[in-house]
């Protein structure tokens, strides 16, 4: 079975690269062809008259679709490589997938010289304007802003100074290098060797999100890491510049540092700003969409791209700006937009930002086989080893300096991996393809293109076993939860009142201070209608209760009716270690349940049977949803008021309670199935009187979501309440089973 | 100012810092806060706490409040609540929010990690009697959206009852909290240097 997967793929992957191949040759033959025709064709109409010429009935244009379809073969090459690695997992777990698709690229590239062709290469313009836009949005828009606020600090340290140490650092020591006279590489100045630092020290986002996502380390260590990776923008665009107009003007003059630095703060400061402005303009914007749904993940897409690009405009920092932008939007924009825009807006990231990724590595493989190359020993094993050096040397000095001012001290193994995951990637090369052309070029972009593959290529497989051998801590797998939640908000006042008393405005007093403002102005404007004014702590339930509730549908999935009355019989069947006798119910029982209840809602189905192009059909996953969400609040408030006290934080539960709470444990799960069971205390009077409640209910909880669903759901309700009010019955057979089943079913 | 009026009566001092661990630069600052905030009386008094207008935006204030004047956070295995209280129980109860020390062992990590947890504790049971009663989560969910303006009733009491039955289904109580490494996130930064005339 698996040869015959790793067959296929094969097979598959080869017929891409010949065709891929082959379109570069047929091109060529074809436009040969063309041309012979037209000369042939216009000697014709030289010499005679029109020669009649019979009706194509299939004819052949290649060059009229070439570069679409060009395009879509290399995508179409990427993501079989990916599917390909899946398929094959035990590659996948020694090698990272970066590796892997520079290995293809390389491959595809030496099969394309082979036929004589001139490989592709990783174009700067398509790099720096296609390729990176969606992998940097994607990080930017879900960044975790707790973990990255808290240590912005360290963050900022690390990208700004420690990218700055790494420049003079290796541009320096390069220098000196080129003074060895066995490198005959003297026509190397000083003001080059520290251009060739600006490009290589900076730590590349790409590389680090491909690597770093398969390890799963520590949220600490991740936001370190990838943080510092995407704030040294600004210092490379600064540096980068600054010292290609000074290697072309051969001098460095105090003005033009002094004019450096300034500009570096414009730089960054001038990108964060336009991020900024974009992202508020599309908050605002976001707040009108819901007069067309359809559109709306467009908005966040266009209003990012056009901060990333024009912030590039003006030389500013535009991977700061595409951040600003998302970080910005995204509290505002998640909170307007309807459920499945914020869906298909974080699937398209996540896609667009795999393809580009994918691509990216793929070209750089490429791009390695086809670029001219001036190997020089000495300069590229210095080069390497003078990164690795520099990166240790930088990461320790910094660690000493900052863990004076943290909180959380930075340990020695976290201060290996940082070092360690120092990789550089695609943006060194795409920088050093922009230089001027010139001999020097070449030994330049030789020199990245090694470092690169030893970084990804190395430290890229070796950091998953060095990270299991330091034992670092790994991410926690948190589910999230409402207690958390609670928890975080209230030690957040509990810590910002305690400054209060103290007398000195702190961290938490700042930042409570511009949460209120958020609050009170920002989200007026921002969030339309009664969202506004939704405090943090309901809004994060209802997402939590939708996710919940989505979770259970999908995994009733195919034949979501049968599952209430499915999770009676499987209850019964797995009651061990309870106390009552188990009841299963008869099969024409079940027959009959299920009969009446999915008459009930192929009604409201039928109802809801509307169709048009550009309106969001309000399908029956979401009747399902808001279905399971009711019986969920009933189920809970009908527990709750069975039991009031829970012994929390306490380790001696009264012994009748521990049994309890066993049962409990296996009804809370959202894989099985939903169904409580009594208890041993209340009687089933309590269940009847609560049925007669049910009506009310529905109508209070559903105004927190009044403005999200559609038209129909008043009538939906009614239905609901019915059916609720069965299904409650069903999957409660209280303590008299007997008594309770034969009254209460009632269709 | 200066030096000398920064170590007045220094031994009380070195008693309190070997109490609580803070350093007595540290001490002398929370002396100055307390008697600024006691108008230079001898005890604190939970009025002398409303007048701080900082406080006032706080949805917790009130409980706040209180755990100052819990006995149950004076380290003296005593109960009940008290009308006013000293400077060395301010400073004892302000001793739960240090940073923890940098070469601290395993065990001394836990120590101050179960004091944090049996501050936060206390804070929410609020009739000392040792459990957490559902009334009382629900208490707590209510004050913290008491301050959005737009308190129901229904989804506080909703919100309550799911982080209840979040909790009942783990079933090892505190475990939930031990994932919070309590002990790095209470924290406050206690300064060596006196910046109360600054602000307030």
Avoid at chain 2, 51 to 80: C, K, S
Wanted: charged share 20%; proline share 4%.
């Amino acid at each position: 079975m698996k040869h015959i997967r790793v067959t296929i793929v094969i097979l598959v992957t080869c017929l891409f690269i010949i065709l891929i191949v082959l379109s570069g040759t047929v091109c060529r033959h074809l436009r040969e062809r063309r041309h012979q025709h037209l000369n042939r064709d216009s000697n014709h109409q030289a010499n005679s008259t029109a020669h009649k010429k019979t009706f194509p009935v299939l004819s052949f244009n290649y060059e009229h679709v070439r570069t679409p379809f060009e395009i879509s073969l290399w995508i179409l090459l990427a993501l079989f490589m990916k599917l390909g690695f899946h398929i094959i997992p035990t590659v996948s777990h020694i090698v990272p997938e970066s590796c892997l698709l520079i290995f293809v690229g390389l491959l595809v590239g030496g099969i394309i010289k082979a036929t004589g062709e001139q490989p592709p290469i990783l174009d700067s313009n398509l790099f720096f304007l296609y390729l990176l836009p969606p992998i940097i949005l994607d990080a930017g828009y879900f960044l975790p802003m707790r973990p990255f606020t808290e240590n912005i600090g360290t963050i900022l340290m690390f990208a700004m100074v420690g990218t700055l140490w790494n420049v003079f650092f290796i541009g320096g020591m390069m220098y000196a290098v080129c003074q060895i006279d066995a490198a005959k590489l003297a026509h190397v100045d000083l003001l080059s060797c520290l251009l060739f630092g600006s490009i290589i020290s900076a730590v590349d986002p790409v590389s680090v999100l491909a690597v770093f996502e398969e390890i799963h380390i520590n949220e600490l260590l991740h936001i370190l890491v990838f943080g510092e990776s995407l704030l040294n923008d600004a210092v490379t665009v600064v540096l980068y510049h600054l010292f290609k107009e000074f290697a072309h003007e051969q001098a460095i003059t105090v003005t033009g540092a002094v004019l450096g630095v300034i500009s570096f703060f414009v730089v960054s400061l001038g990108g964060v700003m336009v991020g900024v402005i974009y992202g508020i303009v599309g908050a605002f914007t976001s707040r009108f969409t819901s007069y067309s749904r359809v559109i709306e993940p467009l908005f966040v897409f266009l209003y990012s791209y056009m901060a990333y690009l024009s912030a590039e405009i003006f030389h500013l920092s535009g991977i700061m700006s595409l951040i600003a932008c998302g970080v910005i939007m995204r509290p505002y924009v998640e909170a307007n937009i309807s459920h499945k825009s914020y869906t298909t807006v974080k699937y398209f990231l996540k896609m667009w930002s795999s393809v580009s990724d994918t691509l990216i590595f793929i070209f750089l493989g490429v791009s390695t086989v086809a670029g001219p190359h001036t190997w020089n020993w000495i300069f590229v094993i210095f080069t390497v080893i003078f990164c690795l050096v520099s990166r240790v040397l930088g990461v320790i000095g910094l660690t000493a300096f900052m863990n004076k001012f943290r909180i959380v001290k930075l340990t020695k193994k976290d201060q290996f991996i940082i070092a360690y995951g120092g990789l550089r990637g695609a943006i060194a090369f795409s920088l050093g393809f922009l230089l001027n052309n010139n001999e020097i070029k070449n030994l330049f972009l030789t020199a990245i293109i090694t470092v690169i593959f030893f970084t990804v290529f190395v430290q890229g497989m070796t950091i998953r076993p060095l990270v299991e051998l330091l034992a670092v801590k790994k991410k926690k797998e948190s589910k999230e939860s409402i207690n958390e939640e609670i928890h975080t908000q209230f030690l957040d006042h509990l810590l910002t009142g305690i400054e209060d008393i103290c007398g000195h405005y702190g961290h938490h007093h700042w930042k409570d201070k511009l949460n209120r403002f958020n609050k009170t102005y920002v989200k007026r404007w921002l969030i339309a209608g009664e969202r506004s004014t939704e405090p943090q702590l309901i809004s994060f339930y209802n997402k939590m209760e939708l996710k919940q509730a989505m979770m259970m549908v999908e995994s009733g999935s195919a034949a979501k009716l049968p599952t209430i009355v499915s999770t009676v019989s499987i209850r019964n069947v797995q009651a061990k270690g309870s106390p009552k006798p188990s009841r299963a119910i008869s099969k024409s029982r079940e027959e009959e349940i299920r009969r009446v209840l999915r008459a009930n809602l192929q009604n409201t189905r039928q109802r809801l049977r509307s169709y048009s192009r550009y309106e969001l059909l309000n399908d029956a996953l979401e009747d399902d949803i808001s279905e399971a969400r009711f019986r969920k609040q009933k189920e809970m408030e009908r527990r709750m008021s069975h039991y009031l006290t829970v012994p929390a934080n306490r380790q001696e539960t009264p012994p009748v309670r521990k049994v309890f709470f066993q049962q409990e444990h296996k009804v809370y799960t959202y894989d099985d199935s939903e169904s409580p069971r009594g208890r041993a205390s209340p009687s089933c009077a309590d269940d009847v009187s609560e049925l007669k409640e049910t009506p009310e209910k529905p109508d209070q909880s559903s105004t927190p979501r009044a403005n999200r669903d559609a038209e129909l759901k008043p009538k939906e309700q009614d239905d609901q309440g019915d059916q609720l009010k069965v299904s409650r019955c069903l999957s409660d057979p209280g303590p008299n089973p007997e008594d309770d089943e034969d009254s209460t079913f009632l269709p | 100012m200066g030096a000398l009026q920064s170590s007045p009566g220094r031994p009380e001092y070195s008693d309190l810092a070997e109490k609580t661990g803070f350093s007595f630069e540290q001490i002398g600052v929370l002396h100055k806060r307390f008697k600024q905030l006691s108008h230079n009386e001898e005890t604190l008094r939970r009025d002398h706490f409303n007048e701080i207008d900082d406080l006032a935006f706080n949805p917790i204030r009130a409980q706040i409040i209180e755990a100052f004047f819990d006995r149950r956070n004076f380290h003296q295995n005593g109960e009940g609540k008290v009308q006013e209280i000293g400077f060395e129980e301010f400073v004892v109860v302000m001793s739960h929010f240090r940073p923890p020390s940098a070469h601290m062992t395993e065990e001394q990590r836990g120590k101050t990690r179960r004091e944090k947890l049996r501050f936060l504790f206390n804070m929410h049971d609020t009739d000392n009697d040792g459990i957490i009663t559902l009334e009382e989560y629900r208490h707590v969910v209510e004050e913290l959206l008491s301050r959005s303006g737009t308190l129901e009733k229904e989804t506080a009491k909703c919100i309550a009852d799911a982080a209840m039955l979040e909790v009942a289904s783990i079933s090892v109580g505190h475990m939930l909290l031990e994932r919070f490494e309590i002990e790095s996130r209470m924290i406050i930064r206690f300064l060596n240097m006196d910046t109360t005339t600054l602000c307030k």
